[in-house]
């Protein structure tokens, strides 16, 4: 009966969505206030709705009832409790379960915690959103219903795909749901802007913390990704430009720069179209994504359907949600006319420099992921996009982008100087410039493009530093003055400092891991050794090894200096899933937080002996750390009050046309 209940929950959640389109905005419509406020209630009831179905359904993996279906296809009784809980979004049918669920939290909070924002508007903002949940509940309902029984009820699972047995998958999918579905209040502030028809440095306040909330959850949801490949996979990089991947990347970039044009938006009332066009276009990139890995067009590691139906009822979502939503952007766009000027050198034009570059990055990587897929539909020649495209197209845009990234904030708004930003950064251009030389000189050459890397690094970190050294006046003023500055930055100033300076850290470890890696694949036997890198790696042992659901072989490697002194023991494994009838090699990872030593014992040979797979990866956890550095700059800058309350009231709009019922 639980599974029945839950069931239940969601097609009730379907009927309050629909009651939260239709009769809110009717009153906004209207300007009958009753009926705008039904918004909240609808919007907190139907996230009370879903999660009762995501707990019924959470029940049945947690007491292994294999009388629903997706739990027979993706659990098993063996399995440890994590990822009985995990695998719970580890198929199609559960993670739309977990999207929908989301999506129905971010409409909650606006309700709860929106009360600043104008009643109309807010009941705008409400409808919209239940619209995409009308959409993705009626898709879950109709084409991926996880509540489904089967009889007779099986007496075990078939269990998940052991490559998602891993305790990071716990954590990345929650996350990038929480950033790709977190666009989509973006996305319902500007349709609800659209049809107001005004956006104005209020309503750029109001869709700050909202984006910025979303892109924190995706940049660390891409994060955890990307190190779970590293070490699960085993193949010793931490991005493939895979399609998947991509995804996942493509949001990040319109979504940061959204982030910095509506910025443009609340300081200077401009670029107001530019920013309703670009929230309309990570929301879009989102779903996007979530069409590749569902419709069955991609196969990969990360795709989980592989069903046409499925794909055709989700690119009716996309016509339906994006195109109507670019319809209106149309109709409605020309009068969103700016009224702030400035010039083309001031701290806006950087930001809108910045919009450009990173909007043709996202192009860029739209093109490479989907180019192969058009051609592939319409019968064309097989073509594959890989890591030599994106270092010719990607890489160069994002040079300037860097380039940009230490000036741009030391520029006054409206008009600035470029001499006086120039004198003030020509010590960090100087040292920028001696440590791209020297590690060039140091290198003998080789890996010319690291250098450079390195070099830009150096510019961006000390650039960063520039900034706050400027805005605490740091060797202007008494050391007391300069702390008392320091204290009384806003926390939006901090954030900004400690994400820029984390794109430096990962920039660093991400130069560095690529252009002085150092690998070495042989057949190995125990009691052999290599020297990788200028360590002594020793095959010491093999022994059997199980777990709960796998039993395989464990090897053990020695790891010394060039001196000869010890500084680990690695003990990477290779797991058979006999329920699967799958092996696994598990990678073993030494770390100094400097560099990774890493390890994967491959197939056995039939002279015998192992494949083994030895890598040296300097740097390589800065670009984690650096990361997850960047999320944490973006979460100190929500913290900030003036994100949170005090957001500016409304002038009146002079023009009629532009008069709002809530305003």
Partial sequence: MIIEAGHFALVLALMVAIIQVV??????????????????????????????????????YITSDFSVLTVAENSHSTKPMMYKISGLWGNHEGSMLLWVLILTIYGAAVAVFGSGLPPAFRARVLAVHAMIAVGFILFILLTSNPFLRISPAPPDGQGMNPVLQDPGLAFHPPFLYLGYVGFSMA?????????????????????????????????????????????????????????VENASFMPWLSGTALLHSAIVVEKRDTLKSWTIFLA?????????????????????????????????FILLLLGIMIGGSLVLYAIRAPILQPTGQFAPVSREGALVLNNLLL????????????????????????????????????????????????????LTWKRGDLLGVTARL?????????????????????????????????????????????RVHLFKGSFSDTLRRLGALPRASWGMTIAHAGVAVALAGMTVSTGWSAEGIQVMKPGEQVVVAGDIWH????????????????????????????????????????????TLAKVAIHTNNLANWYVVVGDPQPQGGWIVRIYWHPLAPWIWYGVLIMAAGGAVSLSDRRLRIGAPVRRPAVAAGNTHAAA
């Fill in 539 to 582: 095959f010491d042992s093999t022994a059997p090894v199980s777990g709960s659901n796998w039993s395989g072989m464990q090897a053990q490697f020695s790891v010394s200096d060039g001196g000869g002194h010890p500084f680990t023991v690695l003990t990477p494994s290779r797991r058979t899933y006999s329920l699967q009838q799958m």
């Fill in 359 to 410: 909007a043709t990055a996202t192009v860029t990587v739209f093109l490479g992921t989907l180019y192969p897929l058009f051609l592939d539909a319409i019968n064309g020649p097989k073509v594959s996009v890989g890591a030599p495209y994106y270092m010719a197209t990607f890489v160069p845009l994002m040079v300037p982008l860097l380039v940009a990234m230490a000036a741009g904030p030391l």
């Fill in 426 to 470: 020509r010590v960090i251009f100087g040292v920028s410039l001696a440590v791209m030389v020297g590690t060039s000189f140091v290198t003998a050459g080789k890996f010319a493009l690291a250098p450079i890397g390195i070099g830009l690094a150096a510019w961006v970190f000390l650039g960063t530093m520039q900034d706050l050294a400027g």
């Fill in 23 to 60: 009769i809110p905005l009717w009153g906004a419509s209207t300007g009958r206030r009753p009926l705008m406020e039904v918004a909240q209630p609808a919007a907190v009831l139907q996230f009370v709705l879903v999660a009762i179905s995501f707990a019924a359904l959470l029940n049945a």
């Fill in 187 to 243: 996305f319902s502030f500007a349709v609800a802007a659209l049809l107001e028809g005004r956006v104005d440095p209020a309503w750029a306040r109001w869709v700050r913390p909202w984006t910025l909330l979303a892109w924190c959850s995706l940049t660390a949801g891409i994060c955890l990704g990307s190190f779970w490949a590293y070490y699960e996979l085993g193949w010793g990089g931490w991005w493939a430009w895979d399609p």
């Fill in 280 to 312: 309309l276009l990570t929301f879009a990139l989102s779903l996007v994504g979530t069409f590749l890995v569902r419709s069955g067009v991609l196969t990969s590691v990360h795709a989980f359907a592989s069903d046409p139906e499925r794909g055709a």
